[in-house]
């Protein structure tokens, strides 16, 4: 038996939701990791349209309206605009080589999609199938948080992990209810907004944006 279109087109937004997690993963230029960040909500806010749309849901219209809005537009922008004042262009420092973080992400992929699949048979919903992506995405996003030194790309990667965990809910529950989903929303964007702050301050201490450089507090 074929599967209806709309579920067609949010497995085949899913599968690039998580090639486009790999795909940050492996990025050493942070405008490069900022763009794949603003192609990710895109694709955010095009699954969650086509759910909306296939399950008749019309606050999910709103939600993706908002998802285009601040992690397309205003995010990205914003991300962008740091870069340029911070004189940040390369981050070619990382815990762990390209292609160890490769395996390492193939293993997270398998793993989620383990964990997922129990959940996955009790859901009743047509994006079921997708749960094992979203959390795929949310571990693929989690290991370049840990494993990247410079501070602009862990938070990038905390985006993106936000961005797993908003298709996650939308997987297995058709959105979260809009006053959740919009205070969450608004958390992100001020946690943003005082990472920027934050990033100021670290390069006028140390003229670098390396978080090795925290250490010495530590020490202290």
Request: charged share 10%; hydrophobic share 55%.
């Amino acid at each position: 038996m074929s599967l209806p279109l709309s579920a067609q087109l949010i497995n085949l937004l899913a599968a690039l939701l998580l090639l486009l997690g790999f795909g940050m993963l492996t990025q050493r230029r942070i405008h490069s990791l900022v763009n794949l960040f603003a192609a990710q909500g895109f694709v955010l806010g095009c699954s969650t349209l086509v759910v909306g749309w296939s399950t008749g849901q019309p606050h999910l219209y709103l939600s993706a309206a908002i998802s285009f809005g601040l992690k397309v537009v205003l995010l990205p922008w914003y991300l962008h605009w740091l870069i340029r004042k911070l004189n940040v262009q390369w981050d070619i420092e990382s815990a762990i080589n390209i292609p160890a973080q490769l395996l390492i992400g193939i293993v997270l992929v398998i793993f989620a999609f383990n964990l997922a699949a129990p959940i996955s048979e009790l859901a009743g919903t047509i994006t079921k199938s997708t749960l094992g992506i979203a959390t795929a995405s949310i571990l693929l996003s989690f290991l370049m948080m840990i494993t990247r030194r410079k501070a602009v790309s862990q938070v990038v990667g905390f985006l993106a992990m936000e961005n797993g965990l908003f298709f996650a809910a939308t997987a297995t529950t058709y959105g979260m209810p809009m006053v959740v989903e919009l205070g969450i929303l608004f958390d992100v964007l001020v946690a943003t907004l005082v990472f920027g702050v934050f990033f100021f301050h670290i390069r006028e201490t140390f003229e670098s944006l390396d978080i090795h450089h925290l250490e010495k507090l530590r020490e202290r």
